[in-house]
C-alpha cells in the first residue's frame, strides 16, 4: 500500500509517499526556523499562514521525489493531534479533501504513536510488534514522555513533565544565553567545548506532593521549568553574558543536567519484560543524549533503538510509514475527526 502522509502539528510543513510501512518513497519537510527565530520560539499564527502557502508545494514535491501519480496513492495519512490547533487544522482539512477528491481512505495518525514508530523505520531493523513490550522514549520540543508498548497501538504513559518539555528547556536555555533559535543545535555544539560538571543544575526531579502527577511514578516524571529558573539565577548573579569565555562550560552543564533527567528515568522505567528503549523526537538528535543512553544500553544489557536522524524531527514519514501498517483512525471515522491538541498519547 502507497499512503501519502501528511504533518504539520507545530512549524514544520512536510509530506512523505511510503509503500508498506517502511519503503519511504520520498520525505519532504519546509522549515519554518527562520520565520521564528526573532521570537525565540513557535508563533501560532505565523505556523499556520506557513502551512497554508507552503503545504501544496511540499505535497507536490514529495509526489515529484517518490515519482509518483495521483493514480498510485491508495490512502491519505495525516497528524490530527496532538500540537498547535491551527496548524493540525491546515493538514487535516488538506488531508480530507485530498481523501474526498481522489476517493482513497483516509488515516488519522496521533503523532505520538508516529514518534514511538519512528525507530522502527530503519531497514533491518526488528519490527515494533515483535520488539514488544519495550519502552519508548518521545523527547521533542513539545513532549517529553516514556511509554510501554505492549503491543502495535496499546501504549501506557509511564511518566511525563509536568512543565517544559525538554527542547523548550533546550530553546529557552539558548535564548537566556544569547544563542539563538533553535536552542538543541546550537547549545550541543556549544557544549562539545565546556566542561560538564562547571554548574551543579537540578536535575529536573518532579515532586509527586504538587499533586501534579496523576497517579504517575513521581521518579518517571520530569520538571525542566525550575532548571531554566536556576540558569536564569546564575546568568544574572554571575554577569554571564554573550561571547562570555564561561558559556560554553554553562551550556555544557546545563545540558547535562537535562540528559541526566533522560537517562536516569530510562534507567528506572526499564525492566518488568522491557529490554529494548526505542527512542525518538528532535531532542533525540543530541549527540550527548545518544551518547549517554549507548552507555546506559551498554552497562544494562539493554538494546537501544534511536530514529534514524531523518526521522527524529517533525515529518510526515512516520506518519505515511505509521498508517502503512494499519495503525490509526480509518474510513468514516477519520473523516469525522477534529484536531485534538491534547491528545493523549493512550489516545488511538
Not at 102 to 108: E, R, S, V, Y
Not at 114 to 127: D, L, N, Q, R
Request: charged share 20%; with cysteine; proline share 4%.
Amino acid at each position: 500500500m502507497i499512503v501519502l502522509g501528511i504533518e504539520t502539528s507545530c512549524d514544520e510543513t512536510a509530506a512523505a509517499i511510503v509503500r508498506d510501512g517502511t519503503d519511504v518513497l520520498s520525505s519532504v519537510v519546509y522549515s519554518q526556523v527562520e520565520l521564528h527565530g526573532p521570537y525565540g520560539g513557535v508563533v501560532p499564527e505565523i505556523a499556520c499562514r506557513c502551512h497554508v502557502e507552503a503545504l501544496p508545494g511540499v505535497i507536490d514535491e514529495s509526489r515529484s521525489q517518490a515519482g509518483a501519480s495521483w493514480e498510485d496513492i491508495d490512502a491519505v495519512a495525516v497528524t490530527y493531534g496532538p500540537g498547535l490547533s491551527s496548524s493540525l487544522l491546515i493538514g487535516l482539512s488538506a488531508a480530507k479533501g485530498l481523501a474526498l477528491r481522489l476517493d482513497k481512505p483516509l488515516c488519522g495518525i496521533n503523532h505520538l504513536h508516529a514518534h514511538i514508530y519512528s525507530p522502527f523505520m530503519s531497514e533491518g531493523v526488528p519490527s515494533l510488534e515483535s520488539s514488544c513490550p519495550f519502552l519508548a522514549l518521545v523527547v521533542s520540543g513539545g513532549h517529553t514522555c516514556l511509554v510501554r508498548a505492549d503491543a502495535p497501538g496499546q501504549y501506557r504513559l509511564l511518566g511525563q513533565t509536568i512543565d517544559d518539555a525538554a527542547g523548550e528547556a533546550f530553546d529557552k536555555g539558548a535564548t537566556l544565553l544569547g544563542l539563538g533559535y533553535p536552542g538543541g543545535p546550537v547549545m550541543d555544539k556549544a557544549a562539545k567545548d565546556g566542561k560538564r560538571d562547571f554548574v551543579r543544575f537540578p536535575r529536573g526531579r518532579a515532586r509527586k506532593e504538587r499533586g501534579l502527577i496523576d497517579g504517575m511514578d513521581s521518579d518517571l516524571c520530569f520538571s525542566f521549568s525550575g532548571l531554566k529558573t536556576a540558569l536564569m539565577y546564575y546568568v544574572k548573579s554571575e554577569g554571564v553574558e554573550k561571547d562570555d569565555p564561561r558559556t560554553n562550560d554553562v551550556v555544557a552543564s546545563y545540558q547535562e543536567a537535562i540528559v541526566d533527567a533522560l537517562v536516569s528515568r530510562c534507567r528506572k522505567a526499564l525492566g518488568d519484560g522491557m529490554h529494548i528503549l526505542a527512542v525518538g523526537g528532535g531532542v533525540s538528535l543530541n549527540s550527548r543524549l545518544r551518547e549517554r543512553l549507548n552507555q546506559m544500553s551498554e552497562d544494562q544489557g539493554t538494546k537501544l533503538m534511536l530514529a534514524e536522524p531523518r526521522f527524529c524531527g517533525d515529518n510526515a514519514a512516520m506518519i505515511a510509514a505509521l498508517a502503512g501498517t494499519g495503525q490509526g483512525v480509518w474510513g468514516d471515522e477519520a473523516m469525522s475527526l477534529d484536531a485534538e491538541p491534547n491528545l493523549l498519547v493512550a489516545g488511538v
